[in-house]
């Protein structure tokens, strides 16, 4: 009798030791990719929770959609998936864009794989890659502005002495000569005043450490807004949309008013000056909280994660394509009269404080998205 249950507990022990295999269902759910099932019409049989903000629709809302509801019929995302089915084999394609009314999403990376227990049924595992190649974007943010920041020493120490003697020739040339070449002392100085000014302002990109405190940034956009309003931006409409609930920036505040005030003017120029027929213009400022990636912060080992997040959104007639993936470099500039050195400032700030900029542009719609480190239990000292 003895030996019966031992041999009996024995099989409950093994039983307890060997794990049941995860629930398919529960292990897609876990995944922190998006993942689609579809059937042989190509409607949603299942989406887990990462492709539901991917493809911003619910669950409940997918139970009565097909594929074709969310992106065109000519899309490629259509020919991987017949191909997927005809061949039975797993296919990827890379730089993909999913765009409609409902959806824009560009770069994506779609593999779709068939279930053969299922006939007609495709995997698809999609794959946004933006957050990779902003991370590429910054590096070559950050190299540019060390390139700005040997420059900008250079010309400070070979440029500005024989600037200051120019300068001073052209006065005294200036009050000894005959009206008509005093015209010329007076432009050879304001010449030599416009170039000073602008090592100057490249003297701004130097490797000089920050102080880095706790930051409230609705106070930071609320200072910005009310500068722009009594100024630049008198005749544009703003909007508001802001998570109260936002922790505190780790960050230094009057930097982060210069990159803020810097999106907000460019915004209104460009409103001003863009050839868009807007009824009305408008800048929309939001904050928001979101997992993010994790960078580490320049001069330190220290890693931080990037959940809050600023948008600047205009609706003026959007940043030409031929600039747009040069935006940050030095000494580009949409604008005419430009020096392309603001945004390139903006960029190397938000690299100082291991953020990320990102920008999103067509006509009728601008987008800087900020991503920014939090500072946890802290007093906000702003």
Known sequence: MKGVVARAALKVVGRRETPRPPDLVALMSALPVPVVLLDAENRFRFINPAAEQFLGVSVAQARQLGLADLVPFDNPIFLLIEQVRQNEVTVSDHEMTLESPRLRKHGITVQGTPLLEEPGSVLLVLQDASAARALDRQLTFRSAARSVTGMAAILAHEVKNPLSG?????????????????????????????????????????????????????????????????????????????????????????????????????????????????????????????????????????????????????????????????????????????????????????????????????????????????????????
Do not use: C, W
Not at 170 to 191: H, K, P, W
Not at 359 to 372: A, M
């Open 166 to 382: 120019i300068r001073g020739a052209a006065q005294l040339l200036e009050a000894s000569v005959s009206e008509a070449d005093q015209e010329l002392a007076v432009l050879i100085r304001d010449e030599a005043d416009r170039i000073r000014a602008l090592v100057d302002r490249m003297e701004v990109f130097g490797e000089k450490p920050i102080e880095r405190h706790a930051v409230n940034i609705h106070r930071v956009l609320e200072h910005v807004r009310r500068l722009a309003q009594s100024g630049f931006a008198a005749h544009i409409r703003f909007t508001e949309v802001y998570d109260p609930s936002l922790p505190s920036v780790l960050g230094n505040r009057d930097q982060l008013i210069q990159v803020i005030l810097n999106l907000v003017k460019n915004a209104a120029e460009s409103i001003t000056d863009g050839s868009i027929n807007t009824l009305v213009g408008e800048i929309t400022l939001t904050t928001a909280f979101q997992h993010g990636v994790r960078l580490a912060v320049p001069g330190s080992d220290q890693r931080v994660h990037l959940p809050l997040v600023v948008t600047v959104r205009d609706n003026g007639p959007g940043i030409a394509a031929d600039i747009r993936q040069h935006l940050f470099d030095p000494f580009v500039s949409s604008k005419p009269a430009g020096s392309g050195l603001g945004l390139a400032l903006v960029a190397k700030i938000v690299s100082d404080h291991g953020g990320l900029i990102e920008v999103d542009s067509r006509p009728g719609r601008t987008e800087f998205r900020l991503h920014l480190p939090m500072l946890s239990d802290e007093p906000d000292s702003n």
